[in-house]
């Protein structure tokens, strides 16, 4: 599977964000997807994942209320619209993908990568 994230910039606190992930060469439909983050010098982290079913969910308590998964299983995309942005959300931001239907937190549980895309909250 190759995955492709994008859409990542510098933007002011309070401000909005899209992510995409668009992936290619593995049924989309059968794959969970997930954003990780990862801030300098720290741990990458969960942020959001959402099942091949789109039935499940899950969030990270930071990002909670503030930023939404969804997927296009037409166009093989995972999207995270990301608002009131705060200096605290600048990362790099990684998009995953685990077979199954079940969403993970732990990274370790995801097979692929994307490249990662950077987003920078100014204060």
């Known amino acids: 599977v190759q995955l492709q994230a994008s859409g990542g910039g510098l933007v002011q606190a309070g401000g909005s964000l899209r992510l995409s992930c668009a992936t290619s060469?593995?049924?989309?439909?059968?794959?969970?997807m997930g954003w990780f983050r990862q801030a300098p010098g720290k741990e990458r982290n969960f942020v959001a994942g959402?099942?091949?079913?789109?039935?499940?969910?899950k969030y990270a308590d930071s990002v909670k209320g503030r930023f939404t998964i969804s997927r296009d299983n037409t166009n093989n995309t995972v999207y995270l619209e990301m608002n009131s942005l705060k200096p605290d959300d600048t990362a790099v931001y990684y998009c995953?993908?685990?077979?199954?239907?079940?969403?993970?937190?732990?990274?370790?549980?995801?097979?692929?990568w994307g490249q990662g895309t950077l987003v920078t909250v100014s204060s």
């Open positions: 060469g593995r049924t989309f439909t059968r794959t969970t």
């Open positions: 995953a993908a685990r077979g199954g239907n079940s969403v993970q937190i732990d990274s370790r549980q995801y097979e692929y």
């Open positions: 959402i099942s091949w079913s789109r039935a499940n969910t």
